[in-house]
């Protein structure tokens, strides 16, 4: 009877381990069949189809007002100026219209953002390929932010800008007003009494941080559709992302 049961063991083990080796076979095979050419195609259709969904998302009319995952607000250095704008009849709806001013130039730069990812998509080398297909889960996004900030922030800071330099309320505009704001703020804190108190100057740049923010929301989105290719089956739409990123589902 024991030595029954030491053979049913024994063969337990064999079978566990031929179905092991089959996968790991199987998966080298997979990996084997990628040629450079593959992951390069493969990695350069994931990097435009969730560019392409990610910009699709938020230049749609509340892509980012309507998400509270992106909507940009003021810095919080402009809680002074809401308070007080607040307290007059309609100040807050004033308020709002600038932040929403503010998202709407964001969603219109949205719609111009695909040839700016297409020119760092194209420039992609077989390390680079490498690098992302095995790397992190959002290896793509990091890819792009880094080749492509610097174009997307010369395309949304001109809007933004536009936005808060449009009158709301007495002729003055947002960005007058968080002019005069930080210059009142910075004497007080400049001055010997403020010193002492440890008042710190303000020297934040509006359309610096409503742009950045703004971008930063871009590439949230972008790192959500890169892990679903990454993760999902069904948002490999097509062949080459199902061959390159079908080598992943086992690890």
Request: some cysteine; glycine content about 8%; aromatic content about 6%.
């Amino acid at each position: 009877m024991k030595s029954r049961v030491s053979v049913l063991i024994i063969s337990l083990f064999i079978l566990a381990g031929c179905a092991e080796l089959t996968n790991i076979l199987q998966t080298t095979s997979a990996v084997k069949e990628l040629t450079e050419g593959d992951i390069i195609s493969g990695l350069k259709e994931a990097l435009t189809v969730g560019a392409s969904n990610a910009a699709e998302r938020l230049l749609r009319e509340n892509g980012y007002y309507g998400d509270l995952a992106v909507k940009i607000p003021l810095p919080d250095e402009a809680r002074v100026i809401v308070d007080n704008i607040g307290k007059i009849p309609g100040g807050e709806k004033l308020i709002e219209d600038v932040i929403l001013s503010i998202n709407r130039a964001a969603e219109d730069a949205a719609r111009e953002v695909a040839p700016v990812f297409a020119g760092s998509v194209t420039q992609m080398t077989i390390t680079d390929g490498y690098n992302i297909l095995h790397g992190a889960d959002n290896a793509a996004t990091d890819y792009l932010r880094r080749t492509t900030w610097n174009e997307l922030y010369s395309l949304y800071r001109p809007k933004i800008s536009a936005s808060t330099n449009k009158e709301i309320v007495a002729g003055i505009s947002a960005q007058e007003s968080w002019t005069t704001l930080t210059d009142k703020w910075n004497t007080i804190a400049g001055s010997l009494a403020g010193r002492l108190a440890g008042f710190k100057p303000v020297t934040t740049d509006l359309d610096d941080f409503l742009t950045g923010k703004a971008l930063d929301g871009m590439f949230l989105k972008l790192e959500g559709e890169e892990l679903k290719i990454r993760k999902e089956v069904s948002a490999r739409v097509t062949p080459i992302l199902q061959k390159v990123f079908g080598t992943l589902d086992n690890k």
